[in-house]
């Protein structure tokens, strides 16, 4: 079972030091849309709490020929931070060793 709060924590710790972790598909391969959709607002959530500010929204797979390649049945959504921002951190981090 994903624990979506843990996973999200674990994650948002290491924004802004430059560390990666494995793809969460590997220990949980294909979540369902509504879980990936819950997963993202953890993670925004968790960006809030860091005062990462949202610059606006992706949408993806608009391309309706395309969604039965990808299993998706509408457009994916998604928010934008700043890259600014993600640089700064990552900078920051860096120079703290």
Same mark, same amino acid.
């Given at each position: /079972?994903? $624990? *979506?709060?843990?996973?999200?924590?674990?994650?948002?710790? &290491?924004?802004?030091?430059?560390? @990666? =972790?494995? &793809?969460?598909?590997?220990?949980? #391969? @294909?979540? $369902? /849309?509504?879980?990936? !959709?819950? &997963?993202?607002?953890? =993670?925004? +959530?968790?960006?809030? +709490? +860091? $005062? $990462?500010?949202?610059?606006?929204?992706?949408?993806? @797979?608009?391309?309706?020929? /395309?969604?039965?390649? !990808?299993? =998706?049945?509408? #457009? *994916?959504?998604? =928010?934008?931070?700043?890259? +600014?921002?993600? &640089?700064?951190?990552?900078? @920051?981090?860096?120079?703290?060793?």
């Amino acid at each position: /079972m994903l $624990d *979506i709060e843990a996973e999200v924590a674990a994650l948002v710790a &290491l924004f802004g030091t430059g560390k @990666s =972790v494995p &793809l969460l598909t590997t220990t949980h #391969p @294909s979540p $369902d /849309m509504p879980t990936a !959709y819950r &997963l993202a607002a953890a =993670v925004r +959530r968790g960006r809030l +709490r +860091r $005062d $990462d500010p949202a610059i606006g929204r992706k949408i993806g @797979s608009t391309n309706h020929l /395309m969604w039965e390649k !990808y299993e =998706v049945k509408a #457009p *994916i959504w998604g =928010v934008r931070i700043t890259v +600014r921002q993600a &640089l700064t951190a990552t900078a @920051s981090a860096a120079e703290a060793g």
